[in-house]
């Protein structure tokens, strides 16, 4: 029998949830946890294969245990299977993004914060990299499936997260102490979409909350400043790390050849969409720096790291990765997948598995000479186009996919989109049914950010068709350059 509760019941409610929570939930920080996670991360170095996929299993099979009697979501979807332990994980149900986001409650483990607080919490920019309810990180994806995510981690996962990208990702690349302390030999920059609760920028903001003495040797830059603009800052901060999309980091390569930009790198990072050989080979020219690729999400964030000879491996101890066709079937290696799916075996209070991440991946064949028995892969990301448009009378200012889509996607909240340029002084946006009703928005949040830009005399045609697939790859782009060839 259902009750309705009176605003007193709804509090005293709350508060015993929040107590639960100080009770059982890991810390947000706590030193003791990443000297943990470090020494695990750290001790899977000499592990070989069937160690590993034997520590895969045993971590898969108590998470198993965790969600089916605390998680809703999972008490439902796996209802009736076999025990843990005798369950392989290809027989487990896919999870969708759209079954987390129908009813976000249901796939967090009880006791954790509502919905209502979660939305409540994302709706305050002040809180990005903030702990929610003392404890969680919270971080929301782009909707690159037409579906926006919100995921919430909780402590251990955070220690993991940190464990991965300092012993692993930096492990090979913290530059030498020479003659002084690691902090003054390293300044890391992000250029990304900053203005939301992404994992890239929360995680800086985290860390420079936990480790205040490290704030002035980490930022973030924002995508959507005019790139002038972009370059000043850099300028000025001048960073030895640079992380960046593949294609913004060709627009600062463009600037760096110009010489209004004067970086002196040690290392750049990119992810997030495709690097080709070909982008990978100029920007090391270039910034005359090793060229790395970072694969990370808002549902595990360091889910791969380059080894030495420039592999992406799997953190295969700590995620779960399988590239699958479109009828759900393993694809062997050297094929690209239909999609991935993803289980996280570090998280506990929103549990991910077999979750479709959306991404095509190729596992690459063979050992790799590094030796690590951690799996390879190729990540086939994102193929979107840098837009150029001259301002009136003068150069053309190129844009960014990743802002264009961020201007979109936080700025007039529409995620089934497609933006084409169609004349060089012309855009023509589409989108999906559900979201025609935002149609007005979003073409008034596009001008005003053009306007930003001094290309306040571009057309922006709203365009009745949906957003369609590449016919030859079959992916679907959202910021394309569809301009006849000259
Ligand atoms: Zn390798």
């Not at 001790?43 to 099979?61: I, M, T």
């Not at 369950?87 to 969708?96: E, I, Q, T």
């Not at 995508?223 to 913004?248: D, H, K």
Request: aromatic residues 6%.
């Amino acid at each position: 029998m259902t009750r309705t509760a009176t605003p007193r019941q709804r509090d005293a409610d709350a508060r015993r949830a929040d107590l639960r929570t100080r009770l059982t939930a890991p810390p947000f920080f706590s030193p003791a946890l990443c000297a943990r996670a470090a020494a695990d991360v750290w001790s899977a170095q000499w592990l070989d294969a069937r160690s590993l996929a034997a520590r895969g299993r045993q971590r898969l099979a108590s998470l198993l245990r965790f969600a089916r009697t605390q998680v809703p979501l999972y008490r439902r979807l796996h209802r009736g299977l076999p025990p843990p332990s005798a369950v392989p994980l290809a027989d487990l149900p896919v999870l969708r993004k759209v079954q987390v986001m129908a009813d976000l409650g249901q796939s967090l483990a009880d006791g954790a914060p509502d919905a209502r607080a979660i939305e409540a919490f994302l709706a305050d920019p002040a809180q990005i990299g903030a702990p929610l309810a003392g404890h969680y990180a919270v971080w929301t994806s782009s909707g690159s499936t037409g579906v926006p995510g919100v995921f919430v981690h909780d402590g251990n996962a955070l220690a993991v997260y940190d464990a991965l990208e300092l012993l692993r990702f930096r492990g090979q690349s913290l530059r030498p102490l020479r003659g002084g302390p690691l902090l003054a030999a390293e300044r890391y920059a992000m250029v990304a979409a900053i203005e939301g609760h992404f994992a890239g920028v929360a995680t800086i903001e985290r860390l420079r909350r936990n480790f205040p003495l490290l704030s002035p040797y980490v930022r973030a830059f924002s995508v959507l400043q005019p790139l002038p603009e972009l370059v000043a800052a850099l300028n000025r901060y001048r960073p030895t790390l640079l992380a960046a999309y593949p294609t913004a980091a060709e627009l600062l390569a463009d600037e760096q050849q110009a010489g209004r930009l004067r970086l002196a790198l040690d290392e750049l990072w990119c992810g997030g969409e495709t690097l080709s050989p070909a982008a990978r080979r100029r920007l090391r020219q270039v910034f005359g720096c090793r060229v790395r690729e970072a694969y990370g999400a808002s549902e595990f964030l360091s889910i791969g790291w380059p080894c030495r000879h420039d592999r992406l491996h799997v953190n295969a101890d700590w995620v779960l990765l399988e590239g699958i066709d479109a009828d759900g079937r393993p694809v062997p290696p050297g094929v690209p997948s239909q999609t991935t799916l993803l289980t996280n075996l570090a998280n506990r209070v929103q549990p991910l598995i077999r979750y479709d991440l959306g991404d095509s991946i190729t596992l690459l064949p063979g050992p790799c000479p590094c030796g690590s028995p951690m799996p390879a892969i190729e990540v086939h990301g994102r193929c979107d186009d840098v837009l150029a448009i001259a301002v009136r009378g003068g150069p053309a200012v190129k844009l960014m996919p990743l802002a264009l889509a961020t201007v979109l996607e936080d700025e007039a909240r529409v995620s089934d989109f497609q933006l084409l340029q169609t004349r060089p002084q012309r855009l023509a946006l589409r989108l999906g049914a559900a979201e025609r009703a935002r149609a007005g928005t979003a073409r008034e949040t596009l001008r005003a950010y053009l306007r930003r830009l001094a290309l306040d005399h571009v057309t922006v045609d709203l365009d009745p068709a949906e957003p369609c697939r590449d016919p030859a790859s079959g992916k679907l782009r959202r910021v394309v350059n569809a301009l006849p060839a000259a």
